[in-house]
Structures are given as C-alpha cells and as structure tokens.
C-alpha cells in the first residue's frame, strides 16, 4: 500500500460509544494531522504530531483524544461525542513542518454521531 | 480576519476551456508557501501545485498554473482545458509561521465548487 489510509471510511456512533480512527501513512513522513472538516466550513487543524510528538492541540474538546505510537500510524479516540462532532475527520502527512512541504491526505473518515 | 479568501463558493466552466479560481491571502511573514489542493467527491484530498513566497517565477504542474502575484497577495489557480474529472472542490492553503506556536501552520480556505459542464 502506498499513500495515506484511513478506516474506517464509514462511521456512525451514538454519543455514549468509544471508538478509534486509524491513519496510516507509508511515505516515511515524520509530521502527521488530524483534520475536521464540516460542511461549508474551512479545514479545521486539530492536532499535530512531529516525530511522535504532539506539537500542537489546537483547543479541541478533551472527548477527542490523539495518539501517535510511532512516525507511521495515528489515532484519533473518541468518547461522548455529540452531534455537533459529525464531520469529515482526515488525516495527513508531511515529510517535516517547514513551510515548503505538502501535506499528502487520506481519503478521511466520514463521521456521524446520532 | 480571514487568512485565506477564496471569493468564488461555485464556479462553472465548460469543457476544455481554462478557468481561473482565485486566492487572496494574509500574512506578515516573510516566508511562507501556497497550496492547491482539489478535493473530489470521494473525500481525498488532492495536492495539485505549489507556490513558495521567494519563488520568481510562477508554479506550473502540466494543466495547473499558479498566477503569483505577491504585492497584491493572491494565488489564483488557473485550469486549462478543463474536463469533467477536473468537477471537485478546490482549497487554497498557505503556510506560514504559527504566531504563539511553534511550526508553521497550514491554514485552507472555505473552498470553490468547480462544475465543468460538457
């Protein structure tokens, strides 16, 4: 596989559920992101990670919680979700955080919570 | 304010004619690097072109152009002969210093709707 993965691609929860979404990229990048995005809404940058280390949380909801084992894989932890949180959840990596780097994204995890 | 501007929520453009979408953009920072990016049906979002700010001349990527004009802070993305796969959202991106973080940060605009008719 090559590029930036996401599962699941699909995902309905109810506000009480625990779930997890995977990213996993096979670019050998060392930065990687999760994004909300919401209908008509710009990108929204939730957390960052650099060489497994979170460098950026910018003001999520604590029921959001990331984790990086290593420089290949993310998750993104939900816990008592509202409805407010239904979204495009994507994912993606940089080969560092200077500023001339693309990020290359994931086909994202589309999230409803009923 | 905003820091990416894209003025156009839907554009239409017919096939194999060029279409211009625009980019206005915000920052002090000396250095910074601009994005396009194209976002399909399916989710995915696509890297198309990219324009750093001490670039002379303009970013070019087969049928994607990036008219860079600096002191007037715009990035218009411009198409040439479109065709109908070219029908997606498309996001204007700059990155540039995350002012009270620390790495530059990749900021999108709200995104145009290109609809190429056939």
């Known amino acids: 596989e090559t590029g930036v993965t996401q599962t699941p691609r699909h995902l309905v929860m109810g506000m009480t559920n625990k779930k997890s979404l995977k990213c996993e990229q096979h670019l050998g990048h060392n930065a990687m992101y999760w994004y909300k995005q919401s209908a008509k809404k710009p990108l929204e940058l939730m957390f960052v990670y650099n060489f497994k280390e979170q460098t950026e949380n910018n003001s999520v909801p604590s029921r959001f919680s990331p984790e990086c084992p290593n420089s290949s894989h993310l998750f993104l932890h939900l816990h008592t979700l509202q409805p407010e949180d239904s979204a495009l959840y994507l994912c993606?990596?940089?080969?560092?955080?200077?500023?001339?780097?693309?990020?290359?994204f994931g086909p994202g995890t589309r999230l409803t919570v009923l | 304010a905003q820091k990416i501007t894209q003025t156009q929520p839907g554009m239409f453009v017919q096939e194999k004619e060029a279409v211009t979408l625009d980019c206005t953009y915000d920052?002090?920072?000396?250095?910074?690097?601009l994005f396009w990016y194209k976002q399909p049906s399916s989710g995915e979002m696509i890297f198309l072109i990219y324009q750093g700010s001490y670039d002379e001349q303009n970013a070019t990527e087969g049928r994607y152009s990036l008219n860079f004009q600096k002191a007037r802070k715009s990035a218009n993305l411009v198409i040439s002969a479109s065709h109908l796969g070219d029908s997606a959202m498309y996001f204007c991106a700059m990155r540039d210093w995350n002012s009270g973080g620390s790495n530059y940060k990749l900021t999108f605009g709200k995104g145009t709707l290109l609809t190429v008719n056939p």
């Open positions: 993606a990596s940089s080969q560092d955080l200077t500023s001339n780097n693309e990020q290359f």
């Open positions: 920052t002090s920072d000396q250095s910074y690097g």
